[in-house]
Antibody, heavy 121, light 108 residues
Framework: QLQLQESGPGLVKPSETLSLTCTVSGGSISTRGYFWGWIRQSPGKGLEWIGNIYHSGSTYYNPSLKSRVTISVDTSKKQFFLKVSSVNAADTAVYYC?????????????WGQGTTVTVSS | DIQMTQSPSSLSASVGDRVIITCRASQSIGSSLNWYQQRPGKAPKLLIYAASTLQSGVPSRFSGSGSGTDFTLTIGSLQPEDFATYYCQQSFSTLMYTFGQGTKLEIK
């Protein structure tokens, strides 16, 4: 059974870069028809899609975050990554990684448990 | 960008009630509409994809309908574990997914 696990620092200083890793276990990251993505949820707020990556490296970003976000993948390690530069308090959130499947009309059928990131000095 | 608008934003209901949550897209998205349930402190869970297809393992009291711009999520007979927040999400544009703002379902 496919599982996703986020990891990374829980505290990031303002103006620095937030870096998170999502590790895929129980399945392949290179299977056709799957996108791997990041979603975040600020305290008490709704879900915000950050972006997706395909195993080939093709990326798709939320235009509102595109200038500060980079998503990358290392298929050999079965990991994909999120970097958000120049963070501020508004980037404080729970960050989730998830799989979008063409089998599910690109609904996100597998999610990590989420990791809390706080931006504070 | 495709905007998704859910209504209501919150809803009070009792165990056994039938509830309907609606989601409207700012442009036609065909059937590329997914529904999620999120319980407090947990990751979202895919309930329905392609507007009306029940995800494996999801109880049959959940159903979805609609196409184009207007969609509904119906819970046939509320159970205690159904009190949660529900989100719609469009996947018509794989370049840019968007979520609705959420509907919080509370116990009356």
């Amino acid at each position: 059974q496919l599982q996703l696990q986020e990891s990374g620092p829980g505290l990031v200083k303002p103006s620095e870069t937030l870096s998170l890793t999502c590790t895929v276990s129980g399945g392949s990251i290179s299977t056709r028809g799957y996108f791997w993505g990041w979603i975040r949820q600020s305290p008490g707020k709704g879900l915000e899609w950050i972006g997706n990556i395909y195993h080939s490296g093709s990326t798709y970003y939320n235009p509102s975050l595109k200038s500060r976000v980079t998503i990358s993948v290392d298929t050999s390690k079965k990991q994909f990554f999120l970097k958000v530069s120049s963070v501020n308090a508004a980037d404080t959130a729970v960050y989730y990684c998830a799989r979008s499947s063409s089998d599910h009309f690109y609904g996100m059928d597998v999610w990590g448990q989420g990791t809390t990131v706080t931006v504070s000095s | 960008d495709i905007q998704m608008t859910q209504s209501p934003s919150s809803l009070s209901a009792s165990v056994g009630d039938r509830v309907i949550i609606t989601c409207r897209a700012s442009q036609s998205i065909g059937s590329s509409l997914n529904w999620y349930q999120q319980r407090p402190g947990k990751a979202p869970k895919l309930l329905i994809y392609a507007a009306s297809t029940l995800q494996s393992g999801v109880p049959s009291r959940f159903s979805g309908s609609g196409s184009g711009t207007d969609f509904t999520l119906t819970i046939g007979s509320l159970q205690p574990e159904d009190f949660a927040t529900y989100y719609c999400q469009q996947s018509f544009s794989t370049l840019m997914y968007t979520f609705g703002q959420g509907t919080k379902l509370e116990i009356k």
